[in-house]
């Protein structure tokens, strides 16, 4: 046998070497095929939100739980019932539980300090407005509680609570707001009582919770209190007895003052004084 030969042998053929080769590279797990990429995932709306996650977001359930209030019909978009899983909602949407309409947002309330300037509305295109100075006050979809004219200012509530909403809309209770106001002239005394008393314009009531002249100042100044949202009532007033309002500001709502909070600065309320204004 030549030298030639016994290397051979002791050697490997190609055929083995072969099969050492596709051992080494595909035994552990390496195809020979070549993988096909994964689809490309569509891109979520940021706008939309899964209904079972909106429910729990709420703080009404757990998310597992919402599945099973969705399968049973309990939970309503738009006024329409839905018992698709997986179905998605806009956060704009209203939904409602059980009846009762909810959010998915944390509950927030901001009290605004207004200056002069500033229009009380939520639509664009109305110049410098109150939302404008809370924008950075949270990420809640906050709105304000009634009106103060662009001329007008003092305190004004953000809140996304339709609890509270309600508490300061309701036409029999309400929250009273106080107002210090000055006039271009002296309140006559038969005015002050006459809208103390409460009298009609056009055939409409116009009543106030109280009135009364300021201590110290002028009989141009006066403190009014209401329980309407708006300030249009005490425009209405003042224009039917003949008098203009110069300056106007709501110095308290309830029980919550300007105290600590600059014009044009606002703050979170408290835990007590939220528990306090509940309490209402």
Known sequence: MSKQQGGQRKGKTSVEGSKENFK???????TPFKKAEPKPKKPSNPDEIRLNKYVANSGMC????ADVHIATGLV???????????????IGDEVRYDGARINPEKKAYVLLNKPKGFATTTSEGKGRTVMDL??????????????????????????????????FTNSKNGVARLFHIELN?????????KIQEGFKV????????????IDGASKKEIGLKIKNTGNTIIRTIFD????????????????????????????????????????L
């Open 134 to 167: 809370v924008s950075n006050a949270t990420s809640s979809r906050i709105k304000p509680i009634g009106r103060l004219g662009r001329n007008s200012k003092g305190l004004l509530l953000f809140t996304n609570d339709d609890a509270i909403v309600d508490k």
């Open 76 to 90: 309503s978009v738009n006024g329409k019932v839905i018992t698709e899983m997986g179905y998605k909602v806009k």
């Open 185 to 193: 002239k002296n309140l006559k005394l038969e005015d002050l009582k």
């Open 240 to 279: 039917y007895l003949k008098y203009e309002i110069e300056n106007l500001d709501c110095v308290a709502i309830g029980h919550l003052t300007k105290k600590d909070i600059p014009r044009g600065s606002w703050k979170h309320l408290t835990e007590q004084e939220l528990n306090t204004l509940k309490m």
């Open 62 to 65: 757990s998310r597992r739980e």
């Open 24 to 30: 080494k590279s595909y035994v552990k797990g390496n």
């Open 202 to 213: 056009q055939g409409k009531l116009v009543a106030v919770e109280e009135i009364s002249y």
